[in-house]
């Protein structure tokens, strides 16, 4: 199994645009999260779905995030506009059926500077 | 609400020698307790976890105990590796959430030949 993959793997943009992250989950697990890590925070959930649905979203910081989960193999997180106060290491992980949500398999992250 | 207090890092030893890495914990209710570490460029996996107080959860010759009385759950392994070289991360899910991980900050390890 690939495991959970994420792209880009850095992403650096400027203060303003839209950064889109990417992220395809392990087949067959219909539980999928994106946490955000940072050095005063430590990682933070964002967002959490289940079959596809957006069944907590409280920890998205503000309208400039987005995430979607279109089907169950494809999820993304998109901010709009950027700011750098949203650099940060984004990961996607996801869960299996059945084996409990606190088993979760990570990706390897993606690393984003906004300058 | 819920939270983790884990010790800052880093935590530099050499191989073979005792780790012990502090964890305790504020939950309403019973929460499950979890080790996760980090390797350089990966993502973040299970370690360990327990359940229950007084569970022992052991994996790879880590372990660590829960303990309700101190709201501690420190992790602990005999002889360190060099391939032990990580981030820990003790988190706890529980409180009224069957799916939120509340993680501390990490911890650094580096252990040198």
């Known amino acids: 199994d690939a495991g959970v993959i994420q792209s880009p793997r850095h992403e650096v943009t400027e203060m303003g645009q839209e950064v889109t992250l990417r992220c395809k989950p392990i087949?067959?697990?219909?539980?999928l999260f994106w946490y955000r890590q940072t050095m005063m925070r430590g990682l933070e959930l964002l967002i959490y779905?289940?079959?596809?649905?957006?069944?907590?979203d409280s920890g998205m910081p503000e309208d400039r995030f987005s995430a979607k989960m279109p089907n169950a193999s494809f999820s993304t997180l998109k901010i709009q506009p950027s700011e750098p106060r949203d650099s940060a290491v984004y990961f996607c992980?996801?869960?299996?059926?059945?084996?409990?949500?606190?088993?979760?398999?990570f990706g390897s992250g993606t690393q984003l500077s906004v300058l | 609400g819920n939270s983790v207090t884990q010790m800052e890092g880093p935590v530099t030893l050499s191989e073979e020698a005792f780790l012990t890495i502090n964890c305790t914990y504020t939950?309403?209710?019973?929460?499950?307790l979890f080790w996760y570490v980090q390797y350089p460029g990966e993502g973040l996996q299970l370690l360990l976890k327990?359940?229950?107080?007084?569970d022992k959860g052991s994996n790879k010759g880590f372990e660590a105990t829960y303990r309700k009385e101190t709201t501690s759950f420190h992790l602990e392994k005999g002889s360190v590796q060099v391939s032990d070289s990580a981030v820990y991360f003790c988190?706890?899910?529980?409180?009224?959430?069957?799916?939120?991980?509340?993680f501390g900050k990490g911890t650094l390890l580096t252990v040198n030949p």
């Open positions: 992980a996801s869960s299996p059926v059945g084996q409990g949500l606190e088993k979760l398999f």
């Open positions: 087949s067959g697990h219909n539980s």
């Open positions: 779905f289940n079959n596809n649905v957006p069944i907590d």
């Open positions: 939950a309403t209710g019973y929460p499950s």
């Open positions: 327990a359940t229950k107080a007084d």
């Open positions: 988190a706890l899910m529980g409180g009224g959430s069957n799916y939120k991980l509340t």
